[in-house]
């Protein structure tokens, strides 16, 4: 019983591969484009734990924006690959530095003005729709991991500050980081890559809690009584 | 599912028991419905939900759809009788049954209608599958050929009734060639099942026409390059233990059919056949 449907059913298999292969290596070009631009807007930012003037960060915020002009083309190129309905298909190829690009794109935000950035902003920033009826989006997923990362990062931030004297960032960082951790608290997660990433947040909220009670032990805190303070603290040890 | 729902709920308890710090206490204590930050977040747990629960039912469906078709394979294991009859009737039975499962696929068609398919796939892929696999052993057995992922694409279109019947909007079930082509592997793996069981009831020949089948869709198997796909090579790999199994289960029948009575045969064939797994299990 030779099949001449069976030859069938496999050639049409190995065009429906074989195309989609093309698709993944186009879209492979792009991504490689961004991870590039990705690490060097990173390695701008990273400024901030080094010793310098606040002024410094300023700059490098800006630097960093300009270098966002890239990644903005870069995804409306993405965007012209990925057929519409198909962006789950290949997400897997962007997922991760679009989440990296959220969490750079969230520091410069509170760098800038000290609020937490929405997804429409992330979405703005990086050159995507927010919508996923409008095109090709920002999936929630990866941006709520990216505000994980700047958990993390801002954690780092803070015991850099007090080694730079700036006493003042690491109660910002934590009021701030404080009111992120209660709203990650409003999602039910399931067993899934965001919620073992949002495990390891109240090891963040911890580091940063412990950053501002060294300072108000030591009444370092800015318009903190000195001697009440401490003795306060002697007494409960 | 009641199994994943405890699961959940277990989570559910352990994040409310995780030790946070004063601060953080004191904050989730008094949460300020006004901040902006709890705002989004309120709207991001809706969306969030809305993407688990619709996930969720669709595994539930996929899963009565998976069930439902390892039933119908089952059934038709049984058609491997001599009576024409009662052979009839067992197909005509699956073939019912076939027919009912659209009704799982529509509600799923229905769920993801206006959205993205590939972000629910996983949800499904299982049931889809399962599905394929019985199919293709149901059109085998009545037809004695395969249809071709195009044909199979009209099963997954369907009519949503509206108010009004004469505009009545066609929803479409995203099903993807690689989703087909794995239901396929799977196929062979019951055939290879039906091989072993003609052997069983003396039906030597249909044992040599199912092998020769099975060597033919591994050729068209071996044109695919799975580079990426995972679940694609796993299944290639079962795929040529199954048919090194059925080509030994041949050999040996031709080698010692004139030895033993019929009705022996399958026996000592399938014997020596584990035999020789076993021996080959130290070569991988």
């Keep these: ?237 | 599912m009641s199994g994943k729902g405890s699961h959940r709920n277990k989570h559910y308890e352990k994040k409310n028991k995780v030790a946070v710090g004063e601060k953080a206490r004191e904050a989730l204590e008094q949460i300020d419905e006004n901040s902006p930050i709890i705002k989004m977040f309120r709207q991001y747990a809706i969306e969030l939900d809305d993407k688990h629960d619709r996930h969720e039912r669709i595994v539930k469906l996929s899963r009565d759809i998976t069930i439902e078709s390892k039933r119908i394979i089952f059934l038709l294991h049984g058609s491997n009788v001599d009576l024409e009859t009662k052979r009839d009737i067992i197909l005509k039975e699956a073939a019912m049954r076939l027919e009912m499962l659209s009704k799982n696929f529509k509600s799923i068609a229905t769920e993801l209608k206006d959205m993205d398919a590939y972000q629910y796939l996983r949800a499904y892929t299982a049931g889809l599958q399962e599905y394929v696999e019985a199919v293709a052993f149901y059109q085998f057995l009545r037809f004695n050929e395969l249809e071709t992922w195009e044909n199979l694409q009209e099963k997954f279109r369907f009519s949503k009734e509206n108010d009004h019947p004469s505009q009545s909007e066609i929803v479409k079930l995203l099903f993807p060639a690689t989703e087909f082509i794995l239901g396929i592997a799977d196929f062979t793996g019951e055939l290879m099942r039906k091989c072993i069981n003609s052997l069983g009831s003396g039906n030597i020949e249909d044992c040599f026409k199912i092998c020769n089948i099975v060597k033919q869709i591994y050729i068209g198997f071996l044109g695919i390059n799975p580079s990426n796909n995972r679940e694609l090579k796993a299944k290639m790999y079962v795929l040529k233990q199954s048919l090194l199994k059925m080509e030994n289960v041949c050999y040996n029948i031709k080698v010692r059919g004139s030895e033993v009575p019929k009705h022996m045969l399958a026996q000592i064939a399938i014997a020596n056949t584990e035999q020789n797994e076993e021996i080959d299990e130290g070569f991988f």
Excluded at chain 1, 175 to 190: D, I, P, Q, S, Y
Aim: hydrophobic share 40%; with cysteine.
């Design chain 1, 1 to 237: 019983m030779t099949n001449p449907i069976m030859a069938n059913i496999f050639s049409s298999f190995r065009d429906y591969l074989s195309s989609e292969q093309d698709t993944r290596e186009e879209i492979r070009v792009v991504v490689k484009e961004i991870d590039k631009c990705t690490i060097e807007i990173l390695t701008v930012l990273q400024i901030i734990h080094q010793d310098t003037a606040s002024t410094d960060i300023i700059h490098a915020c800006m630097k960093a924006r300009g270098l966002f002009e890239e990644i903005r083309k870069n995804f409306s190129k993405l965007a012209m690959i990925v057929p519409k309905g198909e962006y789950y298909r290949y997400n897997d190829h962007w997922r991760f530095v679009t989440q990296r690009l959220c969490f750079l794109a969230a520091l410069i935000i509170f760098l800038e003005v000290g609020v937490l950035i929405s997804k429409d902003t992330a979405a703005e920033i990086i050159g995507v729709k927010s919508d996923a009826n409008e095109g090709f989006h920002l999936d929630l997923e990866d941006y709520l991991i990216g505000l994980l990362q700047l958990a993390s990062e801002l954690s780092r931030f803070a015991v850099n500050a007090v080694t730079k004297g700036d006493y003042n960032r690491p109660l910002q960082i934590s009021k701030f980081v404080t009111e992120l951790n209660a709203g990650f608290r409003l999602l039910n997660m399931k067993n899934d890559s965001l919620r073992k990433r949002f495990d390891a947040l109240k090891y963040d909220v911890k580091k940063i809690e412990e950053v501002v009670y060294d300072l108000s032990i030591r009444g370092l805190k800015p318009g903190q009584l000195v001697p009440d303070d401490s003795k306060q603290e002697i007494k409960e040890n």
